[in-house]
T-cell receptor, first 115, second 112 residues
Framework: DTGVSQDPRHKITKRGQNVTFRCDPISEHNRLYWYRQTLGQGPEFLTYFQNEAQLEKSRLLSDRFSAERPKGSFSTLEIQRTEQGDSAMYLC?????????????FGDGTRLSIL | GENVEQHPSTLSVQEGDSAVIKCTYSDSASNYFPWYKQELGKRPQLIIDIRSNVGEKKDQRIAVTLNKTAKHFSLHITETQPEDSAVYFCAASETSYDKVIFGPGTSLSVIP
């Protein structure tokens, strides 16, 4: 079990640029989640997938945000035309709907800083 | 939608004392209540969870209680140690594999 991995760990970009983050879940996990965490706050749900299907999107996820999980394995989160308010830690988690309750396991996150 | 509140926001205890963090939730459909510990700059890590058909669960120095009628749940840490210092988040969800709604966090400091 290599755990959930996210890339990059840090991203610094200028306002107005597009950024893309990648998440590789634990291999046998069919569910994948994206959360956003700002300083001093708890993680906020953004969206989640079961296999390649996107099941729910939060109202926090504006039209500038898009997430995909094309083959039901890794996922990407893209932010277009970044704004100052997008600066945050973007966390990915995965779990399984298989037998028994499977809690969500988090990755180390991608810290986004908008200049 | 679900709303999770948590208090206190900061908690300072002497090493060896107990720490208690309390949370409330709003959605009756929530049945799964995980607790995560997050050290500075690190990922949230699950430390214990409880489901709605159970009133209490214990794992060594950590225990959680749930009052589903009142929509309250609590984390108890006994015999605190300096390495317990971190931010603790309570959370609620319909199941372990649904979206999780987190509380705002409690920053626990254990003073040696």
């Amino acid at each position: 079990d290599t755990g959930v991995s996210q890339d990059p760990r840090h991203k610094i970009t200028k306002r107005g640029q597009n950024v893309t983050f990648r998440c590789d879940p634990i291999s046998e996990h069919n569910r994948l989640y994206w959360y956003r965490q700002t300083l001093g706050q708890g993680p906020e749900f953004l969206t989640y997938f079961q296999n390649e299907a996107q099941l729910e999107k939060s109202r926090l996820l504006s039209d500038r945000f898009s997430a995909e999980r094309p083959k039901g394995s890794f996922s990407t989160l893209e932010i277009q035309r970044t704004e100052q308010g997008d600066s945050a830690m973007y966390l990915c988690a995965s779990s399984s709907t298989g037998s028994g309750d499977q809690p969500q396991h988090f990755g180390d996150g991608t810290r986004l800083s908008i200049l | 939608g679900e709303n999770v509140e948590q208090h206190p926001s900061t908690l300072s205890v002497q090493e060896g004392d107990s720490a208690v963090i309390k949370c409330t939730y709003s959605d009756s459909a929530s049945n799964y209540f995980p607790w995560y510990k997050q050290e500075l700059g690190k990922r949230p890590q699950l430390i214990i969870d409880i489901r709605s058909n159970v009133g209490e669960k214990k794992d060594q120095r950590i225990a959680v209680t749930l009052n589903k009628t009142a929509k309250h749940f609590s984390l108890h840490i006994t015999e605190t140690q300096p390495e317990d210092s971190a931010v603790y988040f309570c959370a609620a969800s319909e199941t372990s594999y649904d979206k999780v709604i987190f509380g705002p966090g409690t920053s626990l400091s254990v003073i040696p």
